[in-house]
Structures are given as structure tokens and as C-alpha cells.
């Protein structure tokens, strides 16, 4: 069974600029203009106003609820729903064993803890 991938056809930034200055520049030379415009002008018309609008509301600005607060109250909810965890002691001896300088094991002892 053969499979086929399809080549992806990413592009660097590089390639991506040689383009669209090659493009610009055949647009311009087949009697294209180019209009430059101030910074903060818009090419909407004066009357329509639809894309702004969904930025500014008549509503009252909402106050704000700043995330250290919100954080440090779930520290303290959590610390308060979890009760303290204390480990039992096992009533069984444990076995430990003893090494020598040099890392190797000499015996076994059981220790009760």
C-alpha cells in the first residue's frame, strides 16, 4: 500500500516579502497607483460605524476584579477544605540496609520505627 502526503507549503518570512514586493512592484508598472495615508486615518466612511462599535457601549465601565485577590481566596478555600494529612505509623519493623565506605552492602537490620 503506498500512501501520499501532501506537501505542506509553508513559506519564510523572506519569500513571503520577495513576494509581495514582486506583486507591488508588477502592480505598478501596469499603471497601479499607490496612495499613502496619515496614520489613523481609516478608509470606512464617516456613516458607517459598525466595526467600532462593538469596542465602545453605552454601558458604565465595570469595575475590575484583580486576580491576586482571587487567587489568594482559592489558596484559602482549598486550605481550608483539606484536612491535614498525618501519616500512620506502621507497627511493622522496616528493613534498612547497612552500607561500608566504598558504597557496598554489609548487612540487613530491621528497625522498628
Known amino acids: 500500500m503506498v500512501r501520499e502526503f501532501a506537501l505542506i507549503n509553508r513559506s519564510s518570512k523572506h519569500s513571503v516579502r520577495n513576494e509581495l514586493r514582486r506583486k507591488t512592484e ?3 508598472s501596469r499603471g497601479g497607483e499607490i496612495k ?21 457601549s ?25 484536612p491535614s494529612k498525618k501519616p500512620a505509623k506502621s507497627s511493622r519493623p522496616k528493613k ?18
Open 26 to 28: 508588477e502592480f505598478v
Open 36 to 56: 499613502h495615508h496619515n496614520a489613523g486615518e481609516t478608509g470606512e466612511s464617516q456613516g458607517n460605524n459598525k466595526s467600532r462599535s462593538a469596542f465602545i
Open 58 to 82: 453605552g454601558e458604565p465601565r465595570k469595575t475590575r476584579t484583580y486576580i491576586n485577590d482571587v487567587v489568594s481566596a482559592l489558596d484559602e478555600r482549598k486550605q481550608s477544605q483539606i
Open 96 to 113: 534498612k540496609i547497612i552500607y561500608d565506605d566504598f558504597g557496598e552492602a554489609i548487612r540487613e537490620v530491621w528497625v522498628d520505627q
